[in-house]
């Protein structure tokens, strides 16, 4: 309570209480701590954050280039699994808490994640000598690298022939002359990997056939008895 006091030319004066309520702020809820970003698929991320206090809902947004974010909910619920991704393709979020009051407070800290690659198309399997086979394959969006198997028992069974390749063909050695070998492709990144691709098949060259040795033409002899 303040008191006011009014003096006039006069000197007369007079003295009134004046009333004033000062308000606190409202409280406002702090930033939420993302804590991971991951167990993709090729078209999902899980995103995780700690609550805070006096939060009443979250809003969790999304983002693929770190600056034009949008809405994915205004009710975000950690963990909160973020579907109809792309494939290979880096995601940015942040989230922020909002009060009952609906009192927003400020955006966490941006955390990415990457989809794993969509599955590689069949192998195209050609450039044949007796002993080798050229594998290659259609680059994958978010690819680090790819894994190569093949069925060189023709068993079913595919076995990884090279550990990782960041190319997208890889040659086959050491084979066997006119058989016929069966590829397919596998794509990787930090998230995982994809399925197998479809199979690809090639046959090698027949092995070269060495024609016989030209024989040697007979001696005729003119000598007579005598």
Avoid: C, H
């Avoid at 167990?39 to 995103?47: E, G, K």
């Avoid at 790819?146 to 023709?154: E, G, H, I, L």
């Avoid at 060495?210 to 001696?219: E, I, L, M, N, S």
């Amino acid at each position: 309570i303040f008191e006011l006091t009014v003096t006039d030319e006069y000197e007369d004066s007079s003295t009134a209480s004046v009333k004033i309520t000062v308000n606190p702020p409202p409280d406002v809820p702090d930033a939420p701590v993302i804590s991971s970003v991951g167990s993709a698929t090729q078209t999902s991320l899980q995103v995780i954050w700690g609550a805070v206090a006096i939060a009443d809902t979250y809003t969790l947004e999304r983002a693929t280039d770190n600056t034009n974010f949008t809405v994915v909910s205004a009710n975000a619920v950690s963990p909160a699994t973020v579907t109809g991704l792309s494939s290979g393709t880096t995601y940015y979020f942040r989230v922020k808490a909002v009060s009952a009051e609906e009192e927003a407070g400020s955006y966490s800290a941006v955390v990415s994640g990457i989809t794993i690659p969509a599955t590689p198309d069949a192998p195209i399997v050609g450039g044949a000598t007796e002993s080798t086979l050229n594998v290659s394959w259609t680059a994958v969006t978010g690819a680090t690298g790819y894994y190569v198997y093949s069925d060189k028992a023709n068993s079913g069974t595919f076995a990884d022939l090279e550990a990782s390749t960041s190319n997208t063909s890889f040659m086959d050695t050491g084979l066997s002359a006119d058989t016929t070998y069966n590829y397919q492709v596998v794509a990787w990144n930090n998230s995982g990997q994809s399925g197998n691709s479809a199979t690809g098949s090639g046959t090698t060259s027949s092995a070269a056939t060495t024609a016989p040795d030209t024989p040697t033409a007979p001696t005729i002899s003119n000598e007579t008895e005598s």
